[in-house]
């Protein structure tokens, strides 16, 4: 496939679908995911996993032969930034996990993606406010789900800000990531997706339309909702 990929899948499938991880991750990787207790051990190495499988596509390459390395660009730090593939430069990623799901996204351009659950999420209307701008916090609060509504904006918004675009309290590019708001920069394509059944909510942006597929290479259905405007 030549254009930008997204991937959501829940943690355990993705982990049925590998031996040993420790045969995908790197050192660094490997060392991160001891220092995890609980369900984040399973989401992160789940995460990681998905990403190689995800670009691992978009190159035609096998998935062994990714090497996910990360820079942060202020520091030159390797244990933190945003991830990139080693060998290939050519390719962008971005990974996201919440509980139980796990995210990932690549192209040939930059793009960005997020995850999130609504499960146990309190919807606050002073952060609505102070993330969204008052219109949009207002088209929230009103909604018939009101966490799930400012989620779907949420995961967008921060999709937008890992491919550099705006920030997550910023004020006048507060409405990014909000397909319907008219406040998105043109060039970005905002792809959505919400797991009926476990809450899961995920968006991914690239400057071309992204393909949604499952781990295994099938292509979920039509777009739902979250990439149609008219709602919040």
């Not at 990929?5 to 355990?12: A, C, F, G």
């Not at 990139?84 to 993606?113: C, E, K, N, Q, W």
Request: aromatic share 4%.
């Amino acid at each position: 496939m030549a254009g930008p990929l997204m991937m959501v899948e829940d943690s355990r499938s993705v982990l049925r679908g590998i031996g040993s991880y420790e045969t995908l991750l790197t050192p660094q990787e490997q060392a991160r995911a001891t220092l995890l207790t609980g369900a984040d051990r399973p989401d992160y190495v789940a995460a990681h996993v998905l990403v190689r499988i995800c670009a691992a596509r978009l190159a035609d390459v096998p998935p062994q032969s990714i090497v996910i390395e990360q820079r942060c660009p202020g520091c030159g730090a390797t244990d933190h930034g945003r991830p990139y593939v080693r060998d290939h430069p050519g390719l962008s990623v971005s990974l996201s996990h919440t509980r139980g799901t796990v995210a990932a996204a690549a192209g040939r351009s930059p793009v960005g993606i997020d995850v999130e659950t609504t499960a146990g999420f309190v919807f606050d209307p002073r952060l609505a406010e102070r993330v969204l701008g008052a219109e949009a916090a207002a088209a929230v609060r009103t909604a018939a789900d009101p966490a799930l509504a400012f989620l779907r904006r949420w995961v967008r918004k921060e999709a937008l800000v890992k491919v550099g675009h705006g920030s997550l309290f910023g004020p006048a590019t507060a409405e990014s990531g909000t397909a319907e708001s008219g406040a998105d920069d043109a060039r970005w394509q905002v792809r959505g997706w919400t797991a009926r059944d476990s809450g899961a909510v995920a968006a991914a942006v690239s400057q071309e339309p992204l393909t949604l597929l499952r781990a295994g290479g099938r292509p979920y259905g039509p777009p739902n909702p979250d990439d149609r405007p008219g709602g919040p």
